[in-house]
């Protein structure tokens, strides 16, 4: 994913009528009252510090890094009960607009799906997703402060590749999801080649593919070193 933004909060508010509290979602850079998501995955921290052990140039020292590191995208995978489909479609229930990415991320020793929307208005909101039950967290829109140069060329160049798209990212990440479990699924917007999705299999081992901004046909990414040559009909 290009720009993955590590936000997204939420300040409850109670508005009493008729005896009924409605809890309210706001946007905000104040951790406080932030939704926790309910999938909760190995602090990366001690994972940093085994690395930080093992990193003597040894074979044996790399060999034992690759196989930790499928074995953390298998169970983060697995742990993913809602798809990147149906994250991307509680998102847009949020957050009215064209998605553009998702990503299973994890905040510390939360998982959570970053959903990046551009709305009517010229925004990009990031809404974060539980990936256990498919409940939004919180969302975060990028203000002029936020937001720079880079920022809006990448945005117009997305609004310029999915103007003649007939393919969400959603159906995007259906299509996909015939390879592996799908983590991550991004508009290319560079090349305008299509929607690049990223998949996990049972073994943790992670392929990345392109699918076809028109027709949702997969193909192996042929920018990626290893990829298969499989192709959906």
Same mark, same amino acid.
């Given at each position: 994913m290009k720009r993955n933004i590590v936000i997204a909060t939420i300040a409850a508010a109670a508005l009493v009528g008729g005896g009924t509290a409605t809890a309210l979602a706001v946007t905000g850079d104040d951790d406080a009252g932030v939704k926790q998501s309910s999938v909760r995955v190995a602090d990366d921290d001690r994972t940093d510090d085994r690395d930080d052990r093992d990193d003597d140039g040894t074979d044996r020292a790399e060999d034992r890094d690759g196989t930790d590191d499928r074995a953390e995208n *298998? *169970?983060? *995978?697995?742990?993913?009960? !809602?798809?990147?489909?149906?994250?991307?479609?509680?998102?847009?229930?949020?957050?009215?607009?064209?998605?553009?990415?998702?990503?299973?991320? =994890?905040?510390?020793?939360?998982? !959570?799906? =970053?959903?990046?929307?551009?709305? %009517?208005?010229?925004?990009?909101?990031?809404? %974060?997703?539980?990936?256990?039950?498919?409940?939004?967290?919180?969302?975060?829109?990028?203000?002029?402060?936020?937001?720079?140069?880079?920022?809006? *060329?990448? =945005?117009?160049?997305?609004?310029?590749?999915?103007?003649?798209?007939?393919?969400t990212a959603a159906e995007a990440a259906e299509a996909a999801a015939a390879k592996g479990t799908v983590v991550s699924v991004d508009l290319d917007d560079d090349r305008a080649a299509g929607w690049e999705a990223e998949t996990t299999g049972a073994d943790g081992t992670e392929r990345d593919w392109t699918v076809d901004l028109r027709t949702a046909k997969v193909t192996a990414d042929a920018s990626a070193p290893d990829t298969d040559t499989d192709t959906d009909d």
């Open positions: *298998a *169970a983060e *995978a697995k742990a993913a009960k !809602v798809t990147a489909a149906d994250a991307i479609t509680a998102a847009l229930k949020s957050v009215r607009g064209t998605a553009v990415s998702a990503e299973l991320d =994890d905040e510390g020793s939360s998982l !959570v799906w =970053d959903v990046d929307v551009l709305t %009517q208005g010229g925004n990009r909101h990031s809404v %974060q997703v539980d990936p256990g039950n498919g409940k939004v967290l919180g969302s975060h829109a990028d203000t002029a402060d936020d937001a720079d140069a880079d920022d809006a *060329a990448d =945005d117009s160049r997305a609004r310029a590749a999915l103007k003649d798209a007939s393919v």
